[in-house]
């Protein structure tokens, strides 16, 4: 009992270091509908990891990276239809991984799984997986840290210094797909855009600095995260739902303080 608690609770930590740098980053730059296109629309690459019998992992991966390049095309030169062309991401990548499952022999229940995810079924590949992705997104936020602070909030001053916008977005967005699939098999595709966006929107009232929000969202994460391993262990519930009720619990109370 206690070896699959203590395994989601490394889990989590980890999680929650990804959802501090991520979600911090989605949130300033108001990149929810996009995270949310690639969220869904990496359904694609579960179904054609199933169908063709090899890693889903890596088969996300690619495909998650490939919907984020597509997306930052959309974001960056097409922003005239950019809400209607996600949307139509969205709907393609998940399109995509529903008609390779049909084409797949048999009953597929990983695919239900990967769509709303058990943190108590995370295992130890898993876990190197999102230990790998937290080392590369705190190497990154630490070495472009003023970048990504610019980008988020005076992307001119970037221009002005010459520095390529649009390749940093692109890096942000890619980064952004593989955090996503580092987390499906523990969250879920359904519910990981809530559970990367309510600790930072909750982190940002209590801050004024971006790397305090980036910190506080962790912590405040790992705290949603905790509290719904035990509550949903005790009483045989599914994890992601109880943790994302929880989280949204605590976004509403946050409302209560003025800005």
Do not use: C
């Not at 989601?8 to 270091?17: C, K, N, Q």
């Not at 969250?187 to 940002?204: D, H, K, S, Y």
């Amino acid at each position: 009992m206690w070896d699959l608690i203590n395994t989601s609770i490394y889990a989590g930590i980890l999680l929650s270091i990804a959802i501090g740098i991520i979600g911090s980053l989605i949130v300033v730059n108001k990149a929810t509908s996009i995270t949310g296109s690639i969220a869904h629309g990496s359904f694609g690459g579960i179904g054609i990891g199933l169908y063709l019998g090899v890693s889903v992992i890596v088969s996300t991966l690619f495909f998650t990276i490939l919907l984020a390049i597509v997306l930052g095309v959309v974001s960056l030169y097409f922003q005239d239809r950019k809400d209607s062309l996600i949307g139509v991401i969205w709907a393609l990548g998940m399109s995509v991984g529903i008609i390779f499952l049909n084409l797949t022999s048999g009953y597929q229940a990983d695919a239900l799984s990967y769509l709303f995810g058990n943190i108590l079924l995370v295992g130890d590949s898993d876990l190197k997986f999102m230990a790998i992705t937290d080392l590369v997104l705190i190497f990154s936020i630490v070495f472009l840290y003023n970048r990504f602070l610019a980008m988020s909030y005076d992307i001119e001053f970037l221009r002005l210094r010459g520095i390529n916008v649009s390749l940093l977005y692109f890096y942000f967005l890619i980064l952004t797909s593989i955090t996503i699939v580092m987390s499906v098999r523990a969250i879920g595709i359904i519910l990981i855009l809530a559970l990367f966006t309510i600790p930072p929107l909750i982190a940002e009232k209590f801050t004024k600095k971006f790397y305090q929000t980036i910190i506080l969202s962790s912590i405040i994460a790992f705290i949603f995260i905790a509290s719904g391993i035990l509550i949903s262990y005790y009483y045989d519930l599914s994890p992601t739902p109880i943790i994302v009720l929880i989280a949204s619990f605590g976004l509403f109370l946050s409302m209560l303080k003025r800005s």
